[in-house]
Nanobody
Framework: QVQLVESGGGLVQAGGSLRLSCAAS????????MAWFRQAPGKEREFVAA????????HSADSVKGRFTISRDNAKNTVSLQMNHLKPEDTAVYYC????????????????????WGQGTQVAVSS
C-alpha cells in the first residue's frame, strides 16, 4: 500500500515557476515508478512526466519538455516536479501516481498503468 500526498500548487503568473512535491508513505516507495499527470476542467487526465524507480530514467510529455523536470529522492520518499516558464495552458489539477511493471517508456503515459494516486494539487497560471 502506498499513500501519496501532493503539495506546492498555487497561483502564478505566466513565465513563473512552481515546484510540486509528492510525499509517499510505505517502505517500498523505491520499487515504484512515479509520475505526474494533470487534468484541466472538461479534459481527460494527461501525462506530464515520469521517473523510473531508481531515478535513472525520466520521460516527459512534449508539451512540457525543456520546462518541467521530474526528480525523486528515495531516501526521503518524495518525488518532485519543477515547473518553469509556466503558461496559462498548464493550469490544471496535478496528480502524483505510483505504478510498477511498465515494460517500455510509453507505458508510463497511460493512467491505467498506475496503482496509487494522490488527491491532487491545483496549479493556476494567469496570463
Amino acid at each position: 500500500q502506498v499513500q501519496l500526498v501532493e503539495s506546492g500548487g498555487g497561483l502564478v503568473q505566466a513565465g513563473g515557476s512552481l515546484r510540486l512535491s509528492c510525499a509517499a508513505s510505505g517502505r517500498i516507495f523505491s520499487s515504484y515508478d512515479m509520475a505526474w499527470f494533470r487534468q484541466a476542467p472538461g479534459k481527460e487526465r494527461e501525462f506530464v512526466a515520469a521517473v523510473s524507480s531508481n531515478g535513472g530514467i525520466t520521460h516527459s510529455a512534449d508539451s512540457v519538455k525543456g520546462r518541467f523536470t521530474i526528480s525523486r529522492d528515495n531516501a526521503k520518499n518524495t518525488v518532485s516536479l519543477q515547473m518553469n516558464h509556466l503558461k496559462p495552458e498548464d493550469t490544471a489539477v496535478y496528480y502524483c501516481a505510483a505504478g510498477r511493471g511498465a515494460q517500455i517508456v510509453w507505458h508510463w503515459t497511460l493512467p491505467a498503468r498506475y496503482d496509487y494516486w494522490g488527491q491532487g494539487t491545483q496549479v493556476a497560471v494567469s496570463s
